[in-house]
């Protein structure tokens, strides 16, 4: 992608007269390809609220592209004829798209500049006190969580969020141009993102404060190894400005490679985690219902917790510090912490559905990496409460996400369902990888090694044979799981809307 400063730079004198004179967006006519993506229509408000003149286009018309013109964002849904507006100062590419798409031919063919959405996320960042949200897992709960309890604190955060999450309004919201209050107050206003390590997209983020959550083997079609991840995660640590100039990163005592990344940093740096020799000690009950922070050994606030796990213990108190950061009170905290129910697709209760007599409850989740997998299933096995001995069983259905993580991480997948007592693997989502990579891996490699696991795994497709299987060995009080980042969820909606007809 090439670099925008020219087009940014252009004399605002040419904008509109209706657009709000502030930064160095105001006026600027911008053209987002993709703007219906969660990551890309929440850029786009971004943008307008700086006073850009916005517009996009995208393939698949959606609430989201509705939503957008009717606050004034022109969407067009014919990418095929590569034509932009007639003025246009600056091209913004989902990561989705192509280099050879119409679009971007025709800005390289009349020279307008052409930014990634990470690219143009870590221009708008500028303009704000930046958050971002970094970790191989947790990423989109944590800030979800972040903007509830800032929400709730008269903080107005904006944000762009990776998920639905209905109790903040959705993925993305514009809020104050300042800090209202606390220790930042009159800095500008709060921005909060997810910081994706995927592609290195996160190195063009421009955070004032940063959490890194935890770091593990992903991506390895483009790192290679590990340490190539960690890595790119010391380089994202890097961005985060002197600690004079307020930058602050907090990072995991565990599971984060903190001496790797850290070494060297000159912004503030604290650590979170169960361990009490962490700056701030997280503490949980066996369930992880009820969490509490410490610090020192003094008790700063207590919460409870609807979505269960460690894991989902430690997002919460990474949230906590953060906002109080960045001037949330701890009681304040707590009480919304409290209150927080959830975000989309993410250990999410659909609801249950009647089999011969009694129940079975039914759930949804995003996971797709080994450790999510495992940390999940526990999560839930503990919450709805079957042991070991229970006549009660774990029915996971999960989709691979990608041939190369399947293929780089087989025996991490195959050690993460331990919890599960029968597991259901449909074809693994193609995505990004090459037709060579397809042909390595298949959904019957993972079967194979759950079953010499012990574990019970069948390879079935398409999902209505899998509803179909689901229908036949279901029984009452089982529990339902539906995991993966692809189109797996549609299996758990035809499940449940199978008792509606």
Known sequence: MTRPDAALATDAATSSSTAEQRGPFAGKHIHLIGVGGCGMSGLARLLADHGAICGGSDNVPSDVTASLTQDGIAVSHDQSTGELPSRCDLVVASAAIKPDHPELLAAQNRDIPVLSYAEMLGRVQQEHTGVSIAGTHGKSTTSAMLCHVLIECGLDPSFIVGAQCHQIGGGSRTGGPTIATGPLADKPGVLIAEACEFNRSFHHHRPTLALINNVEEDHLDIYGSLDNVVQAFAEFAKLVPNADDGGYLLIAHEDAHRREIAAGLTCEIQTFGYNPAADYQVVADPAARRVGLLDSGHWLA????AMVGEHNAMNSAAAAILAHRLGADWDDIARALSSFQGIDRRM???GTKAVNGGEVTVYDDYGHHPTEIEKTLKALRAAEELGTDSERRLICVFQPHQHSRTRFLMEQFAQS?????????????FVRDSEIEKQKVSAADLVDRLRQRNVMAMHLYPFEAIVEQLE???????LLVIMGAGPVWKVAQQFLNNDQQ
């Open 302 to 305: 207590q919460w409870s917790l």
């Open 348 to 350: 999410q209760r659909l």
């Open 417 to 429: 369902f331990s919890s599960a007592d029968i597991v259901i693997v449909p074809h693994i989502y």
């Open 472 to 478: 036949f060995i279901c029984r009452p009080g089982d």
